[in-house]
């Protein structure tokens, strides 16, 4: 064989020996302590759960989902109250994967992405309901029992059975600048009217003391000026029947 056909030989083989490196390389996959995993071979996705660190995936892949607690954020839900007021709610769902759910939701979901955007429609529907029962100043006085009623709706979804629901928390309630406007206006009505409410009660109180007064004998020590000698405690004293 000629110097050219070793050479070619050797150039093939090495070619094919890089090829296999990066093969090898390529077909073990990390799992981290943070992520359920499940094998993907060929179009078929293995049920066994692979468990964390380097595993051989020969020509598959991995497909992982997060199994962490997560802050789930469902922004700005636009709702109206029962007096037909227009309601703006930020929520957080706290929760997390089962693992023993974890393979069904992979084969049922694309991706989360994809599930996100179920779980948010589900989720206004749901949070639209519960508001609709509440006049607007309600919303805002009986917070924590709407929250309440919020996640026992909420945990009644179908799209929620992968995970174990730890809470609801209401991060934020929007209403329109013209609401805003009349709560400004009655809360000043209402500060007004405690002002004149505590004015009228101050009134009674100096009308009552005066009732008690004998005016004779107050007017009498105003002239005299207290030429006895008495001290102002018994002055004081002599002025009450």
């Known amino acids: 064989m000629n ?3 070793q050479g070619e030989i050797i150039g093939i083989v090495a070619a094919l020996l890089v090829l296999t490196i990066f093969w090898a390389l390529w ?11 499940f094998e993907k071979q060929f179009g078929k996705l293995d049920p066994e759960l692979k468990t964390q660190g380097i595993r051989w995936v020969g020509f598959g892949s991995l497909i992982k989902i997060n199994n962490q607690v997560r802050s789930y954020e469902i922004a ?14 930020t929520l957080n769902l706290n929760i997390q994967m089962e693992k023993d759910k974890a393979f069904e939701f992979i084969t049922r979901y694309r991706d989360e992405g994809e599930f996100n955007k179920y779980l ?3 989720v206004e529907e749901k949070v639209k309901t519960v508001l609709l029962k509440y006049n607007a100043e309600e ?3 009986k917070r924590i029992i709407i929250r309440d009623e919020m996640k026992a709706e909420v945990m009644l979804l179908e799209e929620l059975k992968y995970f174990k629901f730890n809470d609801l928390t209401i991060k934020n309630i ?3 600048e013209k609401f805003n406007e009349v709560l400004e206006l009655k809360a000043r009505v ?4 405690e002002v004149i409410i505590r004015q009228k009660e101050n009134l009674e109180l100096t009308k009552k003391n005066m ?3 004998d005016m004779d004998k107050y007017f009498k020590y105003q002239l005299i000026e207290k030429w006895d000698g008495q001290s102002d405690l018994i002055i004081s004293q002599n002025l009450i029947r």
């Open 120 to 122: 948010n429609n589900k």
């Open 27 to 37: 077909a073990f996959s990390i799992v981290n302590y943070n992520e359920y995993a």
């Open 139 to 141: 919303i805002l006085k």
């Open 211 to 213: 009732d008690i007064i």
């Open 3 to 5: 110097k050219k056909g």
């Open 174 to 176: 929007e209403y329109s």
């Open 76 to 89: 700005e839900i636009d709702a109206a109250s029962a007096d037909f007021q227009d309601v703006k709610v």
């Open 190 to 193: 209402l500060q007004e009217r």
